[in-house]
């Protein structure tokens, strides 16, 4: 009896081993990732202005993107790793949920070390466009900042809420740009020689002192009669340098 179960045993080892080496494996060797692979670059990117008039179209009258189907299978998410988990993509990285950030981190958010410099603001590019006005500023150490004000009827909502929400999206795991609350006079401000302004009509044409007084007229000031706007920082690399030649601000 036992020689055949032996037999039996020695006979279906084969079997054993081909059954475990033909099934497909469900983990890899360096599973789970906990980051993305990094993203291909773009090159030569440009930008296109938003036509209002198709956006409220296509938003009015059609639904676009993908939705959940109110019956049968939910549509799976692709941007997790084996364990179902979110990875680290380019726009995110796991903060104060998974290492719980410090009072001084949070309060410090994506930055809170480099505003705008003292000294003279070059102003490099603006729009007279949308509800509130705005231009870009290169400051005395050649950084550049995008400048967005309040609307005139609230003064300090919108720039108090960008600073604050720039910090709780950071906290978060989001990539934000570095926010600040500015106070200036208009003496501080210099229109570039190459700057140009981006008008109502969409057409680009030099700017010159009645332009940034026309945008200066719209906005709210303080107490002490000077402009608020928040300064919101741009990231170093490649993309600073196109916009340096007259982009449009927010």
Not at 51 to 64: A, E, G, K, M, R
Not at 65 to 86: C, D, H, M, W, Y
Not at 139 to 163: C, H, R, W
Not at 216 to 240: C, H, M, T, W
Request: net charge positive.
């Amino acid at each position: 009896m036992r020689q055949i179960i032996a037999l039996l045993a020695l006979l279906s080892l084969p079997i054993t081993v081909f059954a475990q080496s033909s099934s497909p494996r469900k983990f890899l060797p360096d599973d789970p990732l906990p980051v993305e692979p990094p993203p291909v670059p773009v090159i030569a990117a440009k930008g296109r202005k938003v036509s209002d008039v198709y956006d409220v179209f296509l938003n009015t009258f059609t639904t676009p993107g993908e939705r959940q189907p109110k019956e049968g299978p939910s549509i799976p998410a692709l941007g997790v790793n084996t364990l179902g988990e979110v990875m680290d993509p380019a726009w995110y990285v796991g903060r104060h949920y998974f290492r719980p950030m410090t009072v001084e981190e949070l309060l410090r958010g994506p930055g809170n070390e480099t505003p705008p410099a003292a000294g003279v603001w070059t102003v490099v590019a603006a729009k007279d466009e949308g509800i509130t006005p705005g231009f870009t500023i290169r400051d005395s150490t050649g950084q550049l900042y995008v400048m967005k004000f309040d609307p005139m009827s609230n003064p300090e909502i919108a720039s108090a809420a960008d600073v604050i929400t720039s910090k709780i999206l950071y906290a978060l795991g989001y990539h934000v740009p570095e926010n600040y609350i500015v106070h200036f006079e208009r003496s501080r401000l210099a229109i570039g020689s190459e700057t140009k302004l981006l008008d109502r009509t969409g057409h680009k044409r030099k700017m010159n002192d009645q332009d940034l007084a026309d945008i200066l007229f719209k906005v709210p000031r303080d107490a002490q009669k000077n402009y608020r706007a928040i300064a919101s920082r741009y990231l170093v690399g490649e993309a600073q340098s196109t916009r340096c030649r007259g982009p449009r601000t927010g």
